[in-house]
């Protein structure tokens, strides 16, 4: 507990905090190792790029698309393969819900066998948790820049609250309200200058100053790093809001829908009471908890105005996990506190609704049925309502895991092109012939190509973001030499 301004240490938070962890865990661990794809094609993107740090090309570190704080998190041990890649990952998220208990415990919440449960159980923890993606890391580093402020350790929050710019474009928001609470404080600059106290006035300035310095020391670093590596100034990107209009805009109330479905139904309930009820301590450092609401509002504003290519995905959004567990445990703890005799039975319910929720995934089944791609036969699956299946490998998919076969079998000394991230992932460990790079420009009829040249075509990244349409290759010659599923996915060779 807190007292005098200083968080008591507690010994254990529990048993039943520990194995409702290693549950939560657990359904992850369960996903990651039977999913037989991705949920994004950007994590084998993301894999890969990290993978090639420690595999003859370390300037990849710092490439802006990403991200080099992700990057720094996961090449080690992408080095070994996406497996214990993921395995990483999910350890961090095991290590981010440790915190949020540390913190509850310190807030006064006596519950925190419910609090895994509550973070572990919202659809998309399962999902991303142990992703090769920004979305952990992100998580993780924001949660404990308040963890450590809330502790006094503002050196090292102000480093963490620099380094999420580094993970996702969008922390630099968060890194400014960082920037405000410094200086808007109790001991803030501001605050004494309002207050008259000039006498208090320099040394907290200064003070401001060394914190700020602190925040931005990782942009700098990379910054300066990435652009020593030949690839630009990174600080570019926030001065180019609308770099291309193929991801739209859409309403500005989606995000609602998002955390409303991505963290389910009884978890936003339990969120929203417990937003209105007061903690137990107080703490300026608790001010900090309100740039969660504050991302979920900015997020909301740039899909609105189409901004920053954002897309509108709900996964830009799931970093929040911690927080919204956190504040759904003190909403149930309201419902305990007035179910009295009844509490246990209560709260029994409460865990298994929260379990089961998360176990169906229910937005996820509706949304990702059989991974259909236009242009191949669409059927659906039926929704389970026990728990989500392990996610499927898609027709369209196993097309272009049959393509790089053909690859293995096929290509010798040619030159060969695939705009698919996924036939560099099923040969990422293998070489054959001239291999050209998917994002390198070319056009259809390109004279980079060589004679006998190779494409791997598919109907998605071939077409809708590199313009080689049937119609195109038709007209400059290219030979049809094979297709897999229902035609989403071709081989054609140059003459």
């Not at 290693?22 to 084998?44: P, T």
């Not at 669409?378 to 076969?405: H, Y």
Request: hydrophobic share 50%.
């Amino acid at each position: 507990m807190e007292e005098g301004g200083v968080i008591e240490k507690r010994a254990t938070l529990g048993w039943g905090f520990w194995l409702a962890l290693a549950a939560g865990l657990g359904w992850s661990l369960y996903r990651a190792l039977l999913n037989e794809s991705w949920i994004l094609d950007d994590e084998i993107s993301h894999f890969l790029f990290s993978w090639k740090v420690l595999n003859g090309d370390s300037g990849m570190l710092w490439d802006t698309w990403t991200r080099p704080g992700r990057n720094l998190i996961h090449f080690i041990p992408s080095y070994f393969g996406i497996e214990v890649a993921r395995m990483w990952t999910l350890f961090l998220a095991g290590v981010t819900v440790w915190l949020v208990g540390r913190e509850a415990d310190s807030l006064g919440l006596k519950l925190l066998w419910v609090l895994p449960l509550l973070i572990c159980f919202q659809w998309w923890f399962p999902m991303l948790s142990y992703a090769v993606l920004t979305q952990t890391p992100f998580m993780i580093v924001w949660f404990l820049g308040v963890y450590l402020a809330r502790r006094k350790q503002l050196v090292w929050a102000a480093l963490c609250w620099g380094y999420l710019p580094l993970v996702r474009h969008e922390g630099i928001a968060l890194s400014g309200l960082w920037g405000l609470w410094v200086i808007c404080g109790p001991d803030g600059f501001v605050r004494k200058m309002i207050l008259g106290k000039w006498d208090e006035f320099g040394g907290k300035f200064l003070n401001a100053l060394w914190l700020g310095f602190w925040t931005f020391l990782p942009l700098i670093v990379m910054n300066v790093m990435t652009w020593m590596s030949g690839r630009g100034w990174p600080f570019l990107i926030w001065f180019e809001s609308k770099p291309t209009e193929m991801y739209g805009s859409g309403s500005i109330f989606l995000y609602l829908g998002h955390l409303l479905w991505g963290a389910g139904l009884p978890v936003v309930a339990f969120l929203v009471w417990g937003m209105f009820r007061k903690w137990k301590v107080s703490d300026w450092a608790l001010v900090l908890y309100w740039t969660y609401p504050a991302y979920l509002v900015m997020q909301s504003l740039i899909y609105w105005k189409g901004l920053f290519a954002s897309g509108g995905y709900y996964h830009f959004i799931m970093p929040m996990a911690p927080w919204i567990g956190l504040v759904a445990l003190k909403g149930v703890e309201a419902l305990n506190d007035l179910a009295g005799k009844f509490s246990k039975w209560v709260m029994g319910l409460v865990a298994a609704g929260t379990v089961y929720g998360g176990l169906i995934m229910y937005q996820f089944q509706w949304q990702i049925p059989d991974g259909h791609i236009p242009g191949l036969p669409e059927k659906f699956a039926d929704i389970s309502w026990v728990a989500a299946p392990p996610l499927r490998q898609s027709r369209f998919g196993g097309g272009l895991e049959k393509a790089a076969d053909w690859v293995r079998n096929n290509v010798k000394d040619e030159q060969w092109l695939s705009h698919h991230i996924s036939l560099e992932y099923y040969l990422y460990r293998e070489s054959y012939g001239e291999k050209l790079g998917g994002w390198g420009g070319y056009s259809v009829d390109s004279d980079q190509f060589k004679p006998g040249a190779i494409l791997i075509w598919d109907v998605n990244y071939s077409v809708g973001t590199h313009g080689f349409t049937l119609e195109a290759l038709e007209k400059n010659g290219w030979e049809e030499v094979e297709q897999f599923a229902w035609g989403s996915v071709r081989v054609f060779r140059k003459p």
